[in-house]
């Protein structure tokens, strides 16, 4: 197919770096995978704010209720049905949280996606720290070694596969290697996620769900299209190779 640039987007997002899905930069970095065999370099969003802030961009799904307090508040501390005790997911692939809440769509507690912009010696600790969440691919010799440091880490690293951004029906990226990192975060960890703002590991949070909705409502009208063509339309944010420092 020709490529062809789509309309701008109607609800663009404050905080985030647009393409076209189909440009030949974004799928490039879809079909390839430069440093690992097994894909899992971390892809994201690494920008710099008009003030020379290194940030990386992640995603969580939130119930309405959580999402506009954390909008107004840029902190997570007191929303109504958040429990900062518990394991939180964040997720640097755009198009993997899509997967994961059925463009918004799953059920009530992911009605919204959050873009939370992390200051990037955040994210790289986090990364850095991280154990993997399964022994059979973790460099420990005994699952007992690797139990116990998956207990006393604050993060757990998960690679998952891609998958293409139908809204109705995804599949699995065939012909590729790479892998969508996701972070759980817990103790320390999650408690200056939830502080928001209030904390030097936070830049900003913004409710970006009326572009995930205005993606989606393209993507089930291009649904009959052949090929590539159903995802003609699809405006998603600028990831690109990360390194950790």
């Known amino acids: 197919m020709t490529f062809t640039t789509p309309a701008p987007v109607e609800n663009p997002p404050q905080t985030l770096i647009l393409e076209p899905y189909l440009a030949e930069d974004h799928l490039e970095h ?14 994201v969003a690494h920008q710099e704010t008009c003030n020379g802030t290194d940030v990386v961009v992640v995603y969580q799904a939130f119930s309405s209720a959580i999402a506009d307090y954390a909008v107004q508040h840029q902190s997570f501390l007191g929303a109504p049905e958040y429990k900062p005790d518990r394991m939180t997911w964040i997720k640097p692939s755009f198009l993997w949280m899509q997967y994961r ?14 873009a939370i912009r992390l200051t990037r010696d955040f994210f790289d600790t986090l990364v850095k720290t991280a154990v ?10 005994t699952k007992d070694d690797w139990e116990m440091a998956r207990d006393k880490s604050c993060v757990v690293v998960q690679w ?13 990226v065939v012909g590729s290697k790479r892998r969508a990192i996701q972070l759980g975060l817990k103790g320390t960890a999650a408690a200056k996620l939830a502080r928001g703002t209030g904390d030097d590991g936070v830049v900003s949070i913004e409710d970006i769900t009326p572009f995930v909705n205005e993606m989606r409502d393209l993507l089930v009208k291009d649904n009959n299209n052949s090929g590539q063509d159903r995802f003609a339309n699809l405006w998603v944010p600028k990831e690109r190779p990360y390194h950790v420092k």
């Open 132 to 141: 993997i969440s399964s022994h059979h691919r973790s460099s420990y010799a």
């Open 30 to 43: 879809i079909y390839t995978s430069e440093m690992h065999d097994d894909g899992a370099q971390v892809i």
């Open 160 to 172: 998952d596969p891609q998958y293409t951004p139908s809204a109705l029906v995804p599949e699995r």
């Open 101 to 114: 809440s059925g463009w918004n769509t799953k059920d009530a507690r992911q009605a919204r996606t959050l």
